[in-house]
């Protein structure tokens, strides 16, 4: 199988309550996740894509595995996800994260917990300068025999969109 991606980050200019330009990862030439990110003066939020036959990985994957293996060997662990806000806004707390579904195989003492599907990440977050923000990124997405790391940088606007964003439907990270 063909080792080869490429991640295509498209920056652009942004209009007040406009979600950054997607930040798209490839494999071959197929499309396999895409994120999305933007600050409502209240939240930076995370909008995560995953395609058809692709995860991803929650923020806690790591401490969740290790829970369920109560000081037990494994085969491995794959990698969180990992978020840094920047360049005029501050997270306050901890983030929160869709409730992410259970990938594991506890027969391999193998435990991992992630996405399909669409996503959410989102932290409450300041203005702390006059930016512009950027979100960056760090996570993985697999598909059935191929994993892919993920790197990305997303430019988020400081002009509040007042949009509504309704964390009560995501969980806190552990």
């Not at 501050?90 to 992410?100: D, I, S």
Request: aromatic share 10%; proline share 5%; net charge neutral.
């Amino acid at each position: 199988m063909k080792t080869f991606f490429a991640i295509a980050v498209f920056a652009s200019v942004l209009s007040a309550g406009e979600w950054s330009t997607p930040s798209e990862v490839f494999h071959d030439d197929k499309r396999c996740v895409s994120y999305r990110a933007r600050w409502n003066g209240e939240y930076v939020i995370v909008e995560v894509s995953v395609d058809p036959g692709w995860h991803t990985f929650a923020m806690d994957n790591k401490a969740r595995h290790e829970a369920m293996l109560k000081g037990k060997p494994s085969l491995g662990v794959e990698k969180d996800t990992t978020i840094a806000v920047s360049g005029g806004l501050a997270v306050e707390g901890k983030w929160l994260q869709t409730n992410p579904q259970d990938f594991s195989k506890p027969e391999l003492r193998w435990f991992t917990y992630g996405f399909e599907g669409k996503a959410y990440f989102a932290a409450k977050a300041q203005k702390t300068g006059a930016g512009p923000a950027q979100v960056h990124l760090k996570a993985q997405a697999c598909a059935k025999e191929i994993c892919k790391n993920i790197d990305v940088t997303m430019p988020v606007t400081l002009a509040a969109d007042s949009v509504a964003f309704d964390a009560g439907s995501l969980q806190p990270v552990r």
